[in-house]
C-alpha cells in the first residue's frame, strides 16, 4: 500500500489493484502521468487536536449565503460561528455570494442579506463592499476561475465529456431504481474513445463534464463537531461539475472558491455535510490542501420539525421588524448548540469571542423558543444605557400617537416603572395604555374583585373621596413619591387598615385594575400626566380628576346586590 501525505491533516492512502487506469486523457498523444491511481482508494482526512500558534492566525472562514431570499435565523448563527471563531482566533471573517442560481439571485436579497449581517454586528474581513486579495468575493464573477480549473481537470482525465441526453440519463435512473440500486451513472462516455468525443464535438452535441469518481473505496473525515464521519465510494457514481450551458455546479463552486481563497476551516450547517464527498475528491485531484470541517446541526422547531415559515417568523429581517436588538438576537443565535460550560446565557458580542470555541458546539438539534428570546430580548433590553432606553421607548410612544413628546421628566420616570415589564420596545406602547386607562367598572364586575367589595370597598372610597375633595390627596401628590407614601401611612391609621387590606382596595380605585406596577409610583405618576399635558388627548388616559368623578357616581349597592354595571371606563368618564 503507498502512502502519501499532503497536509498536516490530510492523508491519503492509495490502494493499487488490477484493473485498467481510470483517467484517459483527451488526446491520444499524451497519457496520464497519474497513471499508478486505480480505481480503488480511500481517502482520510484527520483534524489534529494541537495546532501551533502560527496556524491559528492563518486562520480564514467564509459565510457564503446564497442571495434568493431572507437570511435565515439558520443561515444568521452559522455567519455567527464562523465569526467568533475567525475573532477567537485572530482570524479572516470572509463573506461570498454563491449567487450562480442565475434564476433566484436578486440584488434586493444580496442587499438585505448585506444588511442584516451588519445589523447582527458581523462586519466581514473581505467580501462585497471592502474587497481583498482573494477576490472576486461573488461567485458570479468567478466563471472564468471555473473553466479554467474545469479544463484543469479535463486535461489530467480526472473529468470527461458527457454527451448523454436527458432522457438517456431518465433511463439509467429508472434502470436503477428498478434493481435498488443508488442512481449512479452508468453510460458509455466513462470510456469513449477520443474519436467518439471528437464526433459528437464536430456534431456541436452539448455535453457536460463529468468527474470520474472510484468505483471503489471510501472517504473519511474528522468533524470538528460531529466526530469521525465516512462514506463509501461506490454509492456516488460520476457526478456533473459543469453543465451543458457552461455554468459550474455548486459542489465545484465551492471547492474551487473556498481553496483559492486558502479557507481552512469550512464551518456550516448538517446539511451540507453529504456535499462533503463530492468536494474531498475534486480537492484531492485539483491538489488542494482539505481544510477542516465542522456541520453545525440545524435549527429545529419546538415539534422538532426543521424550523420554517410555518412556525413564525424566521428570518433575521422580520425580528429586526418586530423590535427585537441586534444583540439580543446574536446572543440567543450563540445559545443555539453551544454553551460557555457554565449557567451563564447573558452575552455580548465581545464576551463571545473571548469564550467561543468550536469543541464546545453541541451535534445535536437546537429548538428554537421564541418565548425564550423574547425574555432574552427583555435582559438585553433592560441592561442598555438609560439614555439609549429612554429615547428608544420615548420615540416610540411618541410615532405611536400616544404622548405628544418623546423626553422629558414623564417618560423617564415612566420608563424607569414599566420597564421591567417590557420585552420589546413594541410591548411599551401596551405597558403605558395600560397604566393610563381606567377599566374600573370591569374590575368591579369580576370574580375576582368580590373579596376587595365584600372588604368594605366602598367605605375606603367614601373616605378617598373625602381626601380628594379637601385637597389632603392631591397636595401630597405634589411632593411625589415622598408626599404619597406620608398621606399613604396616615391614610391606613386612619381606616385601621394596613398592608393588602389597605392597598387592594386603593389600587383598585386609583387604578382600576386589580395588578400592576408600583402602585405609589404609578399614581404620582399619573398626576403628572394629568397636569403635563404630555399624554395625546387621543390617547384614551383617564386622568386623575376623571377618576374621582367616576368614583363619587358608583352605585355601590348594584355591585354588592351581585348587579354589576358593565359600563366601559372610558365611556363612563366621557
Avoid at 245 to 264: E, K, L, R
Avoid at 466 to 490: C, D, P, T
Avoid at 505 to 512: E, K
Amino acid at each position: 500500500m503507498a502512502s502519501m501525505v499532503g497536509t498536516p491533516w490530510l492523508r491519503i492512502r492509495v490502494l493499487p489493484e488490477l484493473g485498467c487506469p481510470i483517467f484517459r486523457q483527451s488526446s491520444l498523444s499524451h497519457r496520464l502521468s497519474i497513471s499508478h491511481l486505480r480505481r480503488s482508494f480511500s481517502i482520510s482526512a484527520r483534524a489534529d487536536s494541537a495546532r501551533s500558534k502560527s496556524n491559528d492566525e492563518r486562520v480564514r472562514v467564509r459565510f457564503a449565503p446564497s442571495p434568493t431570499g431572507n437570511l435565515h435565523v439558520g443561515g444568521a448563527r452559522t455567519a455567527l460561528f464562523n465569526y467568533l471563531f475567525a475573532r477567537s482566533k485572530g482570524g479572516k471573517f470572509i463573506l461570498r455570494i454563491e449567487d450562480t442560481d442565475l434564476e433566484r439571485s436578486t440584488k434586493e436579497s444580496e442587499e438585505a442579506l448585506l444588511r442584516d449581517l451588519t445589523w447582527l454586528g458581523l462586519g466581514w474581513d473581505e467580501g462585497p463592499g471592502i474587497g481583498g486579495d482573494y477576490g472576486p468575493y461573488r461567485q458570479s464573477e468567478r466563471n472564468a476561475l471555473y473553466k479554467q480549473y474545469a479544463e484543469k481537470l479535463l486535461e489530467s482525465g480526472y473529468v470527461y465529456r458527457c454527451f448523454c441526453s436527458n432522457e438517456e440519463l431518465e433511463r439509467m435512473k429508472e434502470i436503477a431504481k428498478l434493481k435498488g440500486l443508488p442512481p449512479v451513472y452508468t453510460g458509455k462516455w466513462v470510456d469513449a474513445s477520443d474519436e467518439e468525443v471528437q464526433k459528437e464535438l464536430e456534431k456541436g452535441t452539448p455535453f457536460t463534464y463529468r468527474f470520474r469518481v472510484p468505483k471503489e473505496g471510501s472517504l473519511k473525515i474528522n468533524d470538528l463537531i460531529r466526530g469521525e464521519v465516512s462514506w463509501s465510494l461506490d454509492t456516488l457514481g460520476d457526478f456533473v461539475i459543469m453543465r451543458s450551458n457552461g455554468q459550474p455546479v455548486y459542489n465545484f463552486c465551492v471547492t474551487v472558491d473556498d481553496a483559492t481563497m486558502a479557507i481552512s476551516h469550512v464551518i456550516r450547517a448538517e446539511e451540507h455535510l453529504p456535499n462533503t464527498l463530492r468536494q474531498a475528491l475534486i480537492y484531492k485531484a485539483l491538489g488542494f490542501p482539505m481544510p477542516y470541517f465542522a456541520h453545525v446541526s440545524l435549527i429545529l422547531a419546538p415539534d422538532r420539525s426543521k424550523l420554517s415559515k410555518r412556525h413564525g417568523a424566521t428570518s433575521v429581517g422580520q425580528f429586526r421588524e418586530m423590535g427585537y436588538l441586534p444583540q439580543a438576537m446574536v446572543n440567543y443565535l450563540a445559545l443555539l448548540g453551544w454553551g460557555d460550560g457554565t449557567e451563564n446565557e447573558f452575552f455580548i458580542l465581545e464576551q463571545l469571542v473571548e469564550k467561543f470555541t468550536i469543541e464546545r458546539v453541541n451535534k445535536s438539534g437546537a429548538i428554537f423558543d421564541s418565548t425564550k428570546l423574547r425574555w432574552m430580548n427583555g435582559q438585553h433590553l433592560r441592561s442598555l444605557p438609560s439614555d439609549v432606553l429612554n429615547k428608544l421607548i420615548g420615540d416610540c410612544w411618541k410615532s405611536t400617537g400616544i404622548l405628544i413628546e418623546s423626553e422629558g421628566q414623564f417618560v423617564e420616570e415612566a420608563i424607569a416603572l414599566l420597564k421591567d415589564g417590557i420585552e420589546l420596545i413594541s410591548d411599551s406602547e401596551k405597558a403605558l395604555s395600560n397604566l393610563l386607562s381606567y377599566p374600573l367598572y370591569a374590575t368591579l364586575a369580576s370574580a375576582e374583585a368580590k373579596s376587595i367589595l365584600e372588604d368594605g370597598l366602598s367605605e375606603v372610597a367614601a373616605r378617598l373621596l373625602a381626601a380628594y375633595e379637601n385637597g389632603e390627596f392631591s397636595n401630597a401628590l405634589e411632593e411625589g413619591h415622598i408626599g404619597w407614601q406620608k398621606w399613604v401611612k396616615g391614610f391606613g391609621k386612619s381606616l385601621k387598615r394596613k398592608g393588602k387590606s389597605l392597598f387592594m382596595p386603593l389600587r383598585v380605585l386609583l387604578t382600576g385594575k386589580l395588578h400592576g406596577p408600583e402602585m405609589g409610583l404609578s399614581v404620582v405618576l399619573l398626576h403628572r400626566a394629568g397636569i403635563s399635558g404630555v399624554v395625546n388627548p387621543q390617547a384614551g388616559f383617564v386622568t386623575l380628576d376623571e377618576r374621582f368623578k367616576m368614583l363619587k357616581s358608583v352605585d355601590w349597592e348594584s355591585f354588592k346586590a351581585d348587579q354589576p354595571t358593565m359600563e366601559p371606563a372610558t365611556s363612563a368618564a366621557q
